[in-house]
């Protein structure tokens, strides 16, 4: 076989010739695993702490609920805007309260799983996919803490339909009614990360 000067100007060695050919397998086999149509997180992950009444023995006028979504502390209005509602028992400890038990009818189309946090919750990295309970009260004392599983509406037309966020009772005044809270929240359907920044799964 006679070569060329302009054919052995572009010749490779035998073993780079064969790595170059398995980095081009590579990147074909990776770039097969990578599913274009899978969903992607575009929002960072938020954490911040919130003061809110007793929902009970204090004015209409005060917050005592919360929208998850919007990340605030709301009044108990007739709208029932709000995804969870606070409140304190005779023993001092926070009943977390989801919004269907508090509206009846008009909040029937809303979906809130609780689940009590029984490991460290700084620890609890990324919200599981079970063990929640609708319809259903959380009673927590001081630094304890519940995960929250919330069925959104602007989630209907994603893989999934539902938020994930973890709520800790940082201070509970039961003189004055009232307690704050931190929560963490991904803001992205279906994603689960506690962690900060964009989830990336």
């Known amino acids: 076989m006679i070569i060329t000067p302009l054919q052995s100007r572009f010749a490779l060695p035998g073993r780079r010739r064969l790595a170059l ?4 397998i590579g990147l074909v086999v990776a770039g097969a695993c990578d599913d274009p149509f899978a969903p992607r997180a575009t929002t960072s992950v938020r954490t911040d702490s919130f003061v809110v009444y007793a929902v009970s023995e204090t004015p209409v006028n ?7 979504v919007f990340f605030t502390p709301l ?3 007739p709208t029932y805007g709000f995804d969870l509602v606070f409140d304190i028992d005779e023993s001092g400890e926070v009943v977390v309260i989801p919004a269907r038990l508090v509206g009846g009818a008009v909040t029937s189309n809303r979906f809130v799983g609780l689940q009590r946090v029984t490991g460290d919750y700084d620890d609890l990295t990324q919200a599981p996919v079970t063990g929640y309970e ?3 009260t959380v009673t927590l004392g001081l630094r304890e803490a519940v995960l929250v599983e919330l069925r959104a509406d602007q989630c209907q037309f994603q893989t999934s339909q539902f938020l994930y966020s973890k709520i800790r009772i940082l201070a509970i005044d039961q003189t004055r009614r009232l307690l704050s809270f931190e929560i963490t929240y991904d803001p ?3 994603f689960r990360s506690f962690l900060p920044g964009v989830p990336t799964n």
């Open 21 to 24: 050919v398995g980095l081009l």
């Open 62 to 68: 005060v917050p005592s609920a919360f929208n998850i």
């Open 75 to 77: 009044r108990l209005e």
């Open 134 to 136: 609708y319809d259903s």
């Open 188 to 190: 992205n359907c279906g």
